[in-house]
């Protein structure tokens, strides 16, 4: 034993001491919440430890009556309710802004569109052409006929308005006549399909000139000449240039930008600049719509000769013209 007091370990363990002695004097001296802390810290495990074996040997020692229970479950499944609520008016909150983020995005580029967001909830399996059923309706203000787009560029259109929703014909569809632009090269067709295109995710520009200058990459866009479609809504991209199958003239293979398969959410433009306005003078050039003065003559001569025909033509008199009374004719 007396070797112990001799050794080097029993130096340093002498040494430990006077330094803890030296920092507990300086402590007291000056702040006695340095020695709390330290105490705190070293005694906290212990007590958190003490406190969780107390709390399970009471559990154990006396549990929770049935009542008891069944109260605790109840508040359980009442939060889990509430935060199951909160959840979906959340994502519902995030979807409305991203709709009506993409709303303004459309709006900057359009300032005179009046739109309606929509959501798809539900399509037609046994279509070809994808249509679907938005949750708007004719108390949203929709109606037949709306153009529908969306942040990337033209669907289709409403072909039946319900109270609560509308279904809504995409341009795959064969009942697609609208009329289209490739403006760098100022050549206008009309967008068309069919069910072969619409399984490949393609329309196409139809009656090109056959010398037509449009090539792939170029940008088609609506006319807006008929007054069902807005003026320079995107339609999509040219992948190629065809001959058309009555050889007398051309058609581009055109893809959409808008992602029809995948939308989940579109805008019905429920009002625009020149809505229901036809320009006839694009539509209809003066040259164009005026009759040859030769087909003209001729269907005048005609028409004289088939006039004086039936003036010379023997009649008999009516019941009606006898009692005074005008004919259907006259």
């Known amino acids: 034993m007396r070797k112990f007091f001799h050794t080097k370990s029993f130096r340093v363990l002498i040494g430990v001491v006077v330094v803890l002695l030296g920092v507990l ?15 705190s810290f070293f005694s906290s495990p212990i007590q958190k430890a003490s406190t969780s074996a107390t709390n399970s040997v009471r559990e154990k020692l006396f549990p929770p009556d ?10 359980l499944e009442e939060e889990n309710r509430e935060y199951r609520r909160q959840l979906i008016e ?14 303004l995005g459309i709006k ?17 399996s046994m279509s070809p052409f994808f249509i679907f059923t938005i949750d708007q309706g004719d108390r949203d203000g929709v109606s037949e006929g709306d153009p529908v787009v969306s942040k990337d560029g033209l669907v289709g259109w409403i072909s039946n308005v319900y109270k609560t929703t509308s279904v809504v014909t995409t341009i795959f569809s064969e009942d697609a ?30 009656f090109l000139d056959t010398n037509t200058e449009i090539t792939a990459n170029d940008l088609v866009t609506t006319t807006g000449l008929s007054g069902n479609f807005p003026k320079d809504v995107v339609v999509g991209r040219v992948l190629s240039v ?26 019905v433009v429920t009002d625009f600049e020149g809505k229901g306005e036809v320009d006839a003078d694009e539509l209809y050039p003066p040259e164009s719509s005026s009759e040859p003065e030769s087909t003209a003559s001729s269907s005048a001569s005609s028409g004289a000769e088939s006039s004086a025909a039936e003036d ?8 009606d013209s006898e009692n005074g009374e005008a004919s259907p004719e006259e």
């Open 177 to 206: 006549h609208i009329g289209a632009t490739v403006k760098t090269k100022r050549e206008t067709g009309v967008i068309e399909s069919n069910v072969r295109l619409s399984d490949q995710g393609l329309v196409r520009l139809s």
């Open 90 to 103: 959340f994502e519902e909150t995030k979807k409305l802004v991203e709709q009506y983020r993409q709303m």
């Open 312 to 319: 010379s033509s023997p009649q008999e008199p009516s019941s």
């Open 66 to 75: 049935e009542k008891t229970l069944a109260e605790q479950v109840a508040e």
């Open 25 to 39: 004097i300086y402590t007291q001296s000056v702040d006695n919440s340095l020695t709390a802390n330290i105490i």
């Open 242 to 267: 065809e001959l058309s199958e009555n050889g007398i003239s051309k058609h581009a293979l055109v893809k959409p930008y808008a992602r029809i398969r995948d939308l989940t959410d579109v805008f």
């Open 108 to 124: 900057e580029e359009n300032e005179d569109f009046e739109m309606v967001p929509a959501s798809i909830i539900s399509t037609d």
